[in-house]
């Protein structure tokens, strides 16, 4: 049996890890999502440097660990003299090598749109980039929302990369209670119902919107 008096005696530190961990999930999603609307649109732009760079970075970034770009932002860089917590140098990791997923996912949204919306939109008068922000892109992230959501979600469980950098997110604040409990198994089952908080509603959630662009195709 689970002895709840741990999740009790240490609901303070278990909400103070929940709390870091939305936070940095939420600007990671917010930030993620950005970059890699911006990633994506290079991947396909009329300009061969651009695909150039777009196509770099995306098979950099998603070829190697998330663990190697955390401990670049939180060891590497105090060499160069940048220092940051382990907080923001995570949030940071997180950001970047989310967004290589997602610029793919939106990618692809992008290249599902029919070509002649872009050339009626040329022969308006629009600019490329006017043609890309009001009518390709709306239509490209409508058609992958179901796949941008399961990256958000995945992003939620990566965030537990956190803890290796001292970064005050739930896994971190897990490592705490059970060092000072010396109790393991009852620990992070505790911690594993809090990620579930916020993975079932985003699960949920993403299937509703699934259903509901289905039924409007």
Same mark, same amino acid.
């Given at each position: 049996?689970?002895?709840?008096? &741990?999740?009790?005696? #240490?609901?303070?530190? !278990?909400? /103070? %890890? @929940?709390? #870091?961990?939305?936070?940095?999930?939420?600007?990671?999603?917010? %930030?993620?999502?950005?970059? %890699?609307?911006?990633?994506?649109?290079?991947?396909?732009?009329?300009?061969?440097?651009?695909?150039?760079?777009?196509?770099?970075?995306? /098979?950099?970034?998603?070829?190697?660990?998330?663990?190697?770009?955390?401990? @670049? @932002?939180?060891?590497?860089?105090?060499?160069?003299?940048?220092?940051?917590?382990?907080?923001?140098?995570?949030?940071?990791?997180?950001?970047?090598?989310?967004?290589? @997923?997602?610029? /793919?996912?939106?990618?692809?949204?992008?290249?599902?749109?029919?070509?002649?919306?872009?050339?009626?939109?040329?022969?308006?008068?629009?600019?490329?980039?006017?043609?890309?922000?009001?009518?390709?892109?709306?239509?490209?992230?409508?058609?992958?929302?179901?796949?941008?959501?399961?990256?958000? &979600?995945?992003?939620?469980?990566?965030?537990?990369?956190?803890?290796?950098?001292?970064?005050?997110?739930?896994? !971190?604040? %897990?490592?705490?209670?059970?060092?000072?409990?010396?109790?393991?198994?009852?620990?992070?089952?505790?911690?594993?119902?809090?990620?579930?908080?916020?993975?079932?509603?985003?699960?949920?959630?993403?299937?509703?919107?699934?259903?509901?662009?289905?039924?409007?195709?």
């Amino acid at each position: 049996m689970l002895d709840f008096s &741990i999740l009790v005696d #240490n609901m303070d530190m !278990y909400l /103070e %890890g @929940f709390k #870091n961990t939305v936070m940095a999930s939420l600007i990671a999603l917010i %930030g993620s999502f950005l970059l %890699g609307t911006l990633i994506a649109v290079l991947r396909i732009a009329p300009l061969k440097p651009l695909n150039w760079l777009g196509t770099v970075y995306v /098979e950099f970034v998603r070829n190697i660990p998330l663990l190697i770009i955390a401990f @670049f @932002f939180y060891i590497g860089l105090p060499a160069l003299g940048l220092r940051l917590d382990g907080f923001t140098a995570g949030t940071i990791a997180l950001v970047i090598y989310t967004a290589s @997923f997602i610029a /793919e996912a939106i990618r692809a949204g992008i290249l599902s749109v029919p070509k002649g919306q872009m050339e009626a939109a040329r022969s308006s008068g629009l600019t490329y980039n006017q043609t890309m922000r009001l009518i390709i892109l709306p239509q490209a992230i409508k058609i992958v929302i179901p796949p941008l959501g399961n990256q958000f &979600i995945n992003l939620v469980k990566n965030s537990s990369i956190l803890s290796v950098v001292a970064g005050l997110d739930l896994m !971190y604040h %897990g490592d705490l209670i059970s060092s000072d409990t010396f109790v393991v198994f009852d620990v992070y089952i505790f911690v594993a119902v809090f990620y579930l908080i916020l993975t079932i509603p985003l699960s949920i959630g993403v299937g509703y919107l699934e259903k509901r662009l289905a039924k409007s195709n």
